[in-house]
């Protein structure tokens, strides 16, 4: 006998509780989704270690440490330009309007003449209207207080993906127990092995290639006279946001914009490290990315840029690097899954 389907209003509501639920918890749900996500990119590595017989226990350990390691060392590398140029912001803001007012500036007085002659025809007068300018004061106590609940949060990850990489596999196993036969116990295992060693290559590829990118764009950015730790602080926002497809890179492209325009005073010069940034990003999306990974995990662009709208609507920046991970999660599932394979296509 079938089993009654709900009506499409409880549906409906279902999902618009589903939706909120994650948006009001997000502060418990992002750590969780960020620790298994840290923990899919070091199990590959994890699993190479226990094949030289190191313990679970000690390969979580030294992947962890190692991981932490690196983004020590980069956060101190770039602590220093980082800041440097959040100080330099304002000034480098005025000496860039001057450029961008003498490029702009034939459009800019077509805009004014076509502005004065509809006022004209008008009877308005051309006089420039009173502007009210409202300021806002920053509350310094506001950051002061928010620190210690970001650090809470970083600590809560790091333990987190700790304790995944090591009891993420018993936890799987004694989840598994519950299930009554032995048959569909075989058949749980198989498919969560398979999604699981699929996802965690997925995830370290990826964040493989787009470091590959941080680096080849570092590289050529140092090769146009950019300093060095500024290089790898510009290397590193284009690893970091090419996780996000379309979004991150159309964003990646007006920083590099600026940053040309405030580096080099000619105008074509300028334009250099947005053109060698679109340039490697072509090479990698459309060249690198669809070899390495191949057809099992193409993603079709309008499902891309819906769940990016999704998860960053969710989320914000978070959602906005987790939302091709866990769409990629939910094909794989859905592939495995006896008369579901006509969604997971429906995805590509």
Same mark, same amino acid.
């Given at each position: 006998?079938?089993?009654?389907?709900?009506?499409?209003?409880?549906?409906?509501?279902?999902?618009?509780?589903?939706?909120?639920?994650?948006?009001?918890?997000?502060?418990?749900?992002?750590?969780?989704?960020?620790?298994? #996500? &840290?923990?899919?990119?070091?199990?590959?590595?994890?699993?190479?270690?226990?094949?030289?017989?190191?313990?679970?226990?000690?390969?979580?350990?030294?992947?962890?440490?190692?991981?932490?390691?690196?983004?020590?060392?980069?956060?101190?590398?770039?602590?220093?330009?980082?800041?440097?140029?959040?100080?330099?912001?304002?000034?480098?803001?005025?000496?860039?309007?001057?450029?961008?007012?003498?490029?702009?500036?034939?459009?800019?007085?077509?805009?004014?003449?076509?502005?004065?002659?509809?006022?004209?025809?008008?009877?308005?007068?051309?006089?420039?209207?009173?502007?009210?300018?409202?300021?806002?004061?920053?509350?310094?106590?506001?950051?002061?207080?928010?620190?210690?609940?970001? +650090?809470?949060?970083?600590?809560?990850?790091?333990?987190?993906? #700790?304790? &995944?990489?090591?009891?993420?596999?018993? +936890?799987?196993?004694?989840?598994?127990?519950?299930?009554?036969?032995?048959?569909?116990?075989?058949?749980?295992?198989?498919?969560?092995?398979?999604?699981?060693?699929?996802?965690?290559?997925?995830?370290?590829?990826?964040?493989?290639?787009?470091?590959? +990118?941080?680096?080849?764009?570092?590289?050529?950015?140092?090769?146009?006279?950019?300093?060095?730790?500024?290089?790898?602080?510009?290397?590193?926002?284009?690893?970091?946001?090419?996780?996000?497809? &379309?979004?991150?890179?159309?964003?990646?492209?007006?920083?590099?914009?600026?940053?040309? &325009? @405030?580096?080099?005073?000619?105008?074509?010069?300028?334009?250099?490290?947005?053109?060698?940034?679109?340039?490697?990003?072509?090479?990698?999306?459309?060249?690198?990315?669809?070899? @390495?990974?191949?057809?099992?995990?193409?993603?079709?662009?309008?499902? +891309?840029?819906?769940?990016?709208? $999704?998860?960053?609507?969710?989320?914000?920046?978070?959602?906005?690097?987790?939302?091709?991970?866990?769409?990629?999660?939910?094909?794989?599932?859905?592939?495995?899954?006896?008369?579901?394979?006509?969604?997971?296509? $429906?995805?590509?």
């Amino acid at each position: 006998m079938p089993r009654p389907r709900a009506p499409l209003s409880l549906r409906i509501l279902a999902a618009l509780a589903v939706g909120f639920t994650l948006w009001a918890a997000q502060e418990l749900i992002l750590p969780i989704l960020l620790a298994a #996500f &840290f923990a899919l990119v070091g199990n590959p590595i994890l699993r190479l270690l226990q094949k030289l017989y190191l313990p679970r226990f000690v390969g979580a350990v030294l992947v962890l440490a190692g991981g932490l390691a690196v983004s020590g060392v980069l956060a101190l590398q770039l602590a220093e330009p980082a800041g440097e140029w959040v100080r330099q912001v304002p000034r480098e803001m005025k000496q860039l309007a001057p450029k961008l007012r003498q490029m702009t500036k034939p459009m800019q007085d077509a805009n004014r003449a076509a502005q004065n002659i509809a006022r004209a025809a008008g009877g308005e007068s051309t006089a420039k209207p009173v502007q009210v300018v409202k300021t806002e004061l920053n509350d310094p106590y506001r950051s002061l207080t928010a620190t210690p609940k970001y +650090l809470a949060q970083v600590l809560a990850v790091i333990l987190l993906t #700790f304790f &995944f990489m090591v009891y993420g596999e018993t +936890l799987q196993r004694n989840a598994i127990a519950l299930l009554p036969g032995p048959q569909q116990k075989k058949l749980t295992i198989d498919i969560l092995h398979s999604i699981e060693r699929e996802i965690s290559r997925y995830v370290l590829t990826i964040s493989l290639i787009n470091t590959g +990118l941080g680096l080849a764009l570092a590289g050529a950015l140092y090769a146009l006279g950019v300093p060095l730790p500024e290089s790898l602080l510009w290397g590193t926002m284009a690893a970091t946001l090419n996780f996000a497809p &379309f979004v991150g890179p159309l964003i990646g492209i007006v920083i590099m914009l600026l940053m040309g &325009f @405030v580096a080099f005073d000619e105008l074509w010069p300028s334009l250099l490290p947005a053109g060698v940034y679109l340039l490697l990003h072509t090479i990698e999306s459309q060249a690198v990315t669809p070899i @390495v990974l191949g057809r099992r995990m193409r993603l079709s662009p309008l499902v +891309l840029i819906l769940a990016l709208m $999704l998860f960053g609507w969710l989320w914000g920046i978070v959602g906005l690097l987790l939302a091709v991970p866990l769409l990629v999660c939910v094909k794989l599932v859905l592939a495995r899954i006896d008369g579901l394979e006509g969604w997971s296509r $429906l995805l590509e």
